[in-house]
């Protein structure tokens, strides 16, 4: 870990951590002018110099906005400090943890660079699917059924066979529920908190590489590269428990993280690495209906060969 130090007058303040400095920049305590220095550096620099390692982009635009008469934020940072700030997600800063910005701009603010990101491991991002498939469950199946059977009841009034129905009307309420997920998974993803109903109830989110938000077109892309991450044995979904950033083959493709609810916004310290309360209902409540299945396949296939028998 870098440790910086900075000049206060003739004092040498130090070691701090590049939070720190942040910290320290954002109440007003550091200047663009103030020397810093790291180990490595031949000689102190003032702070300007190192605004990019420091990842301070964003801070220092606020701060030169400031001095031509722009907002001034620094009364938010004193009030953290002496305990009168909102609680996190009631600020202004933190109207909500889902705020990966805009992409492209809009109204959104641009994504808090410089914290610690935690990304969602598989079973967080499993846990969430789980979610998301039985909240499609049912609209998929009803609009899916409707289409196919008033299309196949068209096709039998038409004198078409049995097995030309039954294989249209399978096709028809198939294609229903791809549209449907598609849709779902899209709309989104792209949306403000950047987070299906599954992955807000985990607490995670889908964002670009570098936090920004998702367009509608690269998130329909992304559920459609999640069929590619399922045609190879679902080795691309598992890669999300094996490589650096915790993903999968589908968001390798398409330069997406999925990551926890405050990653990129102003309260990091509230992200959480444990799986959490929600995630491990889900996770037993899901094995145990594997389980289910796996028992009632098993009958069934008894059943069936009594009979044959």
């Known amino acids: 870990m870098t440790e910086w130090y900075y000049a206060e007058g003739q004092q040498r303040q130090g070691p701090l951590e590049v939070t720190e400095i942040r910290q320290r920049f954002q109440r007003g305590q550091l200047t663009l002018d103030t020397l810093v220095w790291r180990e490595g550096m031949g000689q102190w620099a003032p702070l300007r110099q190192m605004v990019d390692e420091l990842g301070l982009q964003t801070l220092a635009d606020a701060s030169t906005s400031t001095a031509t008469g722009g907002f001034d934020l620094r009364n938010d940072y004193a009030a953290i400090d002496n305990g009168t700030a909102p609680l996190p997600g009631t600020g202004a800063l933190s109207s909500s943890p889902y705020t990966a910005p805009g992409a492209?701009?809009?109204?959104?603010?641009?994504?808090?660079?410089?914290?610690?990101?935690?990304?969602?491991?598989?079973?967080?991002?499993?846990?969430?699917?789980?979610i998301d498939y039985f909240v499609l469950l049912i609209p998929s199946g009803v609009v899916g059924g409707v289409l196919g059977f008033v299309l196949g009841a068209g096709m039998g009034a038409t004198g078409s066979g049995e097995t030309a129905v039954e294989v249209v009307t399978q096709l028809i309420s198939g294609l229903a529920g791809l549209f449907i997920a598609a849709a779902y998974y899209g709309w989104f993803h792209a949306s403000r908190g950047g987070a299906t109903l599954g992955k807000m109830a985990i607490g995670i989110k889908v964002v670009r590489g570098n936090g920004d938000r998702l367009t509608l077109g690269r998130s329909i892309g992304r559920y459609f590269a999640t069929i590619l991450s399922g045609l190879t044995l679902c080795i691309g979904y598992l890669m999300a428990a094996f490589t650096e950033r915790k993903q999968g083959l589908h968001d390798l493709i398409c330069d997406t993280v999925v990551v926890d609810r405050w990653a990129y916004t102003d309260q990091p310290q509230l992200q959480r690495r444990e799986l959490g309360t929600v995630t491990i209902v889900i996770l037993v409540l899901g094995g145990l209906l594997m389980l289910a299945g796996f028992a009632a396949i098993i009958i069934a296939v008894g059943v069936i060969a009594n009979m044959a028998s």
């Not at 808090?112 to 846990?127: P, S």
Request: net charge neutral.
């Open 104 to 130: 492209g701009g809009g109204d959104y603010s641009q994504p808090v660079q410089g914290g610690e990101v935690v990304y969602a491991g598989f079973w967080k991002r499993f846990a969430a699917y789980l």
